[in-house]
């Protein structure tokens, strides 16, 4: 066997190509995989873009990944065999800090990810360290889940998680504000968690249009109107019970605030700019409305599972949600198509 590989290697802020590299060492107690299907991630477009704090340059990212097992490492005692299909979603654990220990992984103190501390699975191999087999998010790709699908189920657990912190449950009204790939998973976690009406906001209507087959009850193009009179029009006048911020604009956080329903449930999802990260939410309308503002990031592995069962049973349709399979030379049109706003997700076949 070659021991040299293909890899995306990114060499500076915006110039990265596909070329040849030596291929990963099986790593001692680790596994090496194939990799089957990696999915192109928001942060790694941020990451091409201008780098990571995590990582020095040159570097291959890629965290939503699926391979199969083809080199077991010496020493290695975990449950997978060679020929196995994995889903890789990248967070590493401690496994000792007080949240580990409470079994409150995403709150991990000492978390690590792999595509940061650990080459990513944009290239055809990828080395599975021992820590990330044992206290990581690796699963075996349900039986009768396409192993392309299975690669992005780590942006879902986000979503599972983000939604069982908020709640989410029977006749509740749903607002999402963003209709990107994490807004239509959002759409089908709050459906399978019982909401009765489910409510996409977003300020593109091309973007509006791709979440349509995830079945919206509503949509809203608030480039157009005003998306708080508008929500309260839609729930006679009572606001939504749960409201997603799944975007970067801060601008959508306040508005998230106006229109959640008395008692309502307030789930930032998505992060802001750290220079701009204080976007004046009136505090007033959490305290005489008796609201809950609650923050989600990442998420444990029984949200990884959880997420791989529900795109195995087609609660989460991730066929709808991979919009396009690229080979790994096509890098660069896959980068375009996702900034674009063309593609849902792009995932490449290396
Ligand atoms: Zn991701
Ligand atoms: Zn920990």
């Known amino acids: ?12 802020p915006m110039q990265y190509s596909v070329k040849e590299v030596d291929k990963p060492a099986c790593p001692e107690r680790g596994l090496l995989v194939r990799v089957i299907a990696c999915g192109l991630c928001g942060s790694d477009l941020r990451t091409l873009k201008s780098g990571h704090k995590n990582i020095s340059l040159p570097w291959t990212t890629g965290h939503e990944v699926s391979g199969e097992v ?5 020493g290695y005692r975990g449950q997978w ?12 654990y401690c496994g000792t800090c007080e949240f580990c220990v409470a079994g409150r992984y995403e709150l991990c103190d000492n978390s690590r990810e792999l595509a ?8 055809e191999y ?13 699963q075996k790709v349900p039986e009768g889940l396409d192993p392309i699908i299975a690669a992005v189920a780590e942006p879902a657990s986000s979503c599972v998680n983000a939604q069982e912190k908020g709640q989410v449950g029977l006749g509740d009204t749903v607002v999402i504000i963003g209709s990107g790939p994490i807004g239509c998973i959002h759409i089908s976690i709050a459906r399978a968690r ?9 300020v593109s209507e091309d973007r509006l249009k791709l979440c349509e087959p995830f079945g919206p009850d509503h949509t809203i193009d608030a480039s ?8 309260r029009r839609l729930t006679n006048g009572k606001g939504a019970d749960v409201v997603i911020t799944a975007n970067p604009a801060g601008q959508t956080q306040v508005q998230a605030v106006e229109m959640a329903k008395k008692g309502g449930r307030i789930l930032l999802f998505g992060g802001l700019p750290h220079d701009n990260s204080k976007p004046g939410i009136d505090t007033n309308l959490i305290h005489y409305r008796g609201l809950h503002l609650i923050g989600t990031t990442t998420f444990a592995p029984r949200h990884h599972l959880m997420a791989l069962s529900m795109m195995a049973s087609g609660r989460i349709p991730g066929e ?31």
């Not at 083809?70 to 010496?74: A, D, F, K, N, S």
């Not at 990828?126 to 690796?138: F, H, K, Y």
């Open 70 to 74: 083809m080199e077991v490492g010496t």
């Open 194 to 202: 019982g909401a009765e009406k489910i409510i996409v906001a977003d």
């Open 126 to 138: 990828m080395a599975l360290p021992e820590e990330a087999l044992a206290l990581g998010t690796i």
């Open 224 to 231: 157009k109107v005003n998306l708080v009179e508008e929500v």
């Open 320 to 350: 709808k949600l991979v919009t396009h399979v690229l080979p790994l030379e096509s890098f660069a049109e896959g980068v375009d198509l996702a900034v674009s706003g063309k593609a849902l997700k792009v995932v490449y076949k290396p």
């Open 116 to 123: 940061q501390h650990w080459k990513g699975g944009f290239a």
């Open 81 to 92: 065999k060679l020929g196995d299909i994995l889903a890789i979603a990248p967070v590493v």
């Open 1 to 12: 066997m070659s021991n040299k590989m293909k890899a995306m290697v990114l060499d500076a």
